[in-house]
C-alpha cells in the first residue's frame, strides 16, 4: 500500500514573524498537489502562522496536561493554537533537555490525545551506526517510545550524524532501516525520513521502499528550498 506522503519543515529556534511570507509561498506551491505538507515553526510563531493554507506543528509538548511546569506548553494548549501536527523527540531534545524514550512516549501520547498527529523521532549516533548497532538503537528506541495508539503517528528516522551536517546514508541503509521500523509499527503508520534533506537529493530519498516523506531542518526555511522538497515527491 501507498501511503500518502507527509514533507514537514522542523524550523527549531529560527524564524519570525517578517518569515512568514514563506509559508504563503510554500502554500501557494502545494496547493492541489498529493502530498501533506506541514511547517513546525517556535511555539510563538504557531498562531500567526496557522490559515495560511500549510498544517502548522510544534517542535514539542509536554505530557501532562496542565500544572506546575514553568516554560511548559501542553498539546491542548498548542491544540488551541492551532497546531495540528507535533514532533516529540527530535535528537536535539533528547541530547540537549535528557528527554528519555518514556518521556517521549508519554509526549506522544499526550499529542495523540489532544487530536494532533504526532511526528516521533527515532535514530542513532554515528558511533552506533559504526558499531554496526544502528538498526537495534532504533528498534530499542521504538520498543520504549512508541505511543498506545498507531493512529495520528508518524516516525521520523533521523540519523542523528545526518542533521544539519549534509551527510546522508545510502539508498540501502535507509531502506533497511524504514524495512525495520516497518516491520514493528505496521503498514498504516508514516516513516519519514529526515538528516539534510535538500532540493539536490529529496527525489532520491523519497523514492526509497517505505519512505512516506521527509522531516526537513535547514532547507525548510525558505520556500525556494522547501518547495522543491515537496515537488520531488512527484518526481519519478
Ligand atoms: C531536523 O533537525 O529534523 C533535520 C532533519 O535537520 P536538517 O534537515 O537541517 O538536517
Given at each position: 500500500?501507498?501511503?500518502?506522503?507527509?514533507?514537514?519543515?522542523?524550523?527549531?529556534?529560527?524564524?519570525?514573524?517578517?518569515?512568514?511570507?514563506?509559508?504563503?509561498?510554500?502554500?501557494?506551491?502545494?496547493?492541489?498537489?498529493?502530498?501533506?505538507?506541514?511547517?513546525?515553526?517556535?511555539?510563538?510563531?504557531?498562531?500567526?502562522?496557522?490559515?495560511?493554507?500549510?498544517?502548522?506543528?510544534?517542535?514539542?509538548?509536554?505530557?501532562?496536561?496542565?500544572?506546575?511546569?514553568?516554560?511548559?506548553?501542553?498539546?491542548?494548549?498548542?491544540?488551541?493554537?492551532?497546531?495540528?501536527?507535533?514532533?516529540?523527540?527530535?535528537?536535539?531534545?533528547?541530547?540537549?533537555?535528557?528527554?528519555?524514550?518514556?518521556?517521549?512516549?508519554?509526549?506522544?501520547?499526550?499529542?495523540?490525545?489532544?487530536?494532533?498527529?504526532?511526528?516521533?523521532?527515532?535514530g542513532?549516533?554515528?558511533?552506533?551506526?559504526?558499531?554496526?548497532?544502528?538498526?537495534?538503537?532504533?528498534?530499542?528506541?521504538?520498543?520504549?517510545?512508541?505511543?498506545?495508539?498507531r493512529?495520528?503517528?508518524?516516525?521520523?528516522?533521523?540519523?542523528?550524524?545526518?542533521?544539519?551536517?549534509?551527510?546522508?546514508?545510502?539508498?540501502?541503509?535507509?531502506?533497511?532501516?524504514?524495512?525495520?521500523i516497518?516491520?514493528?509499527?505496521?503498514?498504516?503508520?508514516?516513516?519519514?525520513?529526515?538528516?539534510?534533506?535538500?532540493?539536490?537529493?529529496?527525489?532520491?530519498?523519497?523514492?526509497?521502499?517505505?519512505?512516506?516523506?521527509?522531516?526537513?531542518?535547514?532547507?525548510?526555511?525558505?520556500a525556494?528550498?522547501?518547495?522543491?522538497?515537496?515537488?520531488?515527491?512527484?518526481?519519478?
Amino acid at each position: 500500500m501507498t501511503l500518502r506522503k507527509l514533507i514537514a519543515g522542523n524550523w527549531k529556534m529560527h524564524g519570525s514573524l517578517s518569515v512568514l511570507t514563506e509559508i504563503d509561498t510554500i502554500a501557494a506551491a502545494a496547493k492541489g498537489r498529493d502530498v501533506d505538507v506541514a511547517i513546525c515553526p517556535p511555539f510563538t510563531l504557531i498562531a500567526r502562522a496557522t490559515g495560511r493554507g500549510v498544517a502548522i506543528g510544534a517542535q514539542d509538548c509536554h505530557a501532562a496536561a496542565k500544572g506546575a511546569h514553568t516554560g511548559c506548553v501542553s498539546a491542548a494548549m498548542l491544540v488551541e493554537a492551532g497546531a495540528a501536527y507535533c514532533i516529540v523527540g527530535h535528537s536535539e531534545r533528547r541530547a540537549d533537555n535528557f528527554e528519555t524514550d518514556a518521556d517521549v512516549k508519554a509526549k506522544a501520547d499526550a499529542v495523540i490525545g489532544a487530536g494532533m498527529t504526532a511526528i516521533l523521532c527515532v535514530g542513532e549516533t554515528v558511533e552506533q551506526r559504526r558499531a554496526g548497532q544502528a538498526v537495534e538503537v532504533v528498534e530499542a528506541q521504538l520498543a520504549g517510545s512508541l505511543p498506545a495508539s498507531r493512529d495520528n503517528l508518524a516516525i521520523a528516522y533521523e540519523p542523528v550524524w545526518a542533521i544539519g551536517t549534509g551527510l546522508v546514508p545510502s539508498n540501502a541503509d535507509v531502506a533497511e532501516m524504514h524495512a525495520a521500523i516497518r516491520a514493528v509499527v505496521g503498514p498504516d503508520v508514516r516513516i519519514l525520513y529526515g538528516g539534510s534533506v535538500k532540493p539536490s537529493n529529496a527525489a532520491e530519498l523519497l523514492h526509497v521502499a517505505n519512505v512516506d516523506g521527509a522531516l526537513v531542518g535547514g532547507a525548510s526555511l525558505t520556500a525556494a528550498d522547501f518547495v522543491p522538497i515537496i515537488e520531488a515527491v512527484s518526481v519519478r
